[in-house]
């Protein structure tokens, strides 16, 4: 399937994948309206115009999308529920990261998934899981999850706390094989983390450091201390990598990123880092395209 036409069928489909109680009322009737505006190339989104030598895109963090349920203050990075940007669809496979607060005691009910590969990465607080393949556990800062939705599964997730509230990032990759049979993993960072360098959470070899998932995708995440200067290679150099802030001040290729600010790039093979402050990112490398 060619890049443009997989990126309109992405588009449309993974709208509906979030779930229509939460679209407001006409939001439906405007986003098929809008359906044929879809059609963006794979990376989706506006240039840089920081850096014009370099193939980017920037998400400052004052620019997600933003909704407070009360119980659920969420950051959208990418078009999500109520907040709809058709220049902010995805990164390639990668097509949701919310940066999300539940209150003490709250979270979401029960509900289905399928063919969407799932990852949780709780930042603070506990966070308890249960899903109709019969898991039943917690997850706590320091963790990572993963859920491979298939032929389809339905779960929940609640802050297990009574007292304070949980923090964590939900992320969504389109998988590159359909309707598989639903699988669950969780496991503690604490066994792959490496101190001052980045470290593998996440790839597509079950045999790997980290979780894996039905993508050639690759998630590490990097703990740095003031002024350390490192590098990442891709494992693939037709993927791109989408880079998240979650502590500090750095820079990757010259960008200068601050606490929160998401930051994509493509046709690179290899970024250079330099932190500001002390620094903890996330970098998550992609194919630009499902094939």
């Not at 890049?3 to 407001?24: T, V």
């Amino acid at each position: 399937m060619k890049r443009k036409e997989f990126l309109k069928k992405l588009s449309i489909s993974s709208l509906s994948l979030m779930g229509a109680p939460l679209l407001l009322k006409g939001e439906e009737t405007r986003m098929e309206k809008d359906k044929s505006n879809l059609n963006i190339v794979g990376f989706n989104h506006l240039p840089n115009k920081e850096i014009k030598t370099m193939k980017s895109v920037i998400h400052k963090a004052n620019t997600r999308g933003h909704a407070n349920h009360g119980w659920l203050n969420s950051y959208h990075s990418f078009s999500f529920a109520n907040y709809y940007n058709p220049e902010r669809m995805n990164f390639g496979v990668l097509r949701v990261l919310n940066d999300d607060q539940v209150s003490a005691g709250k979270g979401f009910g029960t509900h289905p998934h399928s063919n969407m590969e799932i990852i949780s990465i709780p930042l603070s607080g506990d966070l308890e899981h249960k899903d109709s393949m019969g898991n039943t556990t917690v997850i706590k800062e320091g963790d990572i999850q993963v859920m491979s939705a298939g032929t389809g599964i339905q779960h929940s997730e609640f802050n297990k706390n009574l007292d304070q509230e949980v923090r964590f990032l939900q992320i969504w990759v389109i998988p590159n094989k359909q309707n598989v049979t639903p699988r669950y993993d969780q496991i503690p960072l604490k066994d792959v983390e490496i101190e001052n360098e980045f470290y593998q959470i996440l790839s597509p070899n079950e045999n790997d450091k980290g979780v894996w998932i039905h993508q050639d995708a690759w998630f590490n995440i990097g703990d740095f201390k003031k002024e350390t200067s490192t590098s990442y290679k891709l494992n693939n150099t037709n993927n791109g990598v989408y880079a998240f802030v979650l502590e500090g001040e750095l820079s990757i290729n010259g960008q200068n990123l601050e606490k929160r600010d998401g930051f994509g790039v493509w046709e690179e093979s290899e970024l250079k880092i330099e932190t500001k402050s002390n620094t903890k990112v996330l970098l998550m490398e992609v194919p630009l395209e499902n094939k």
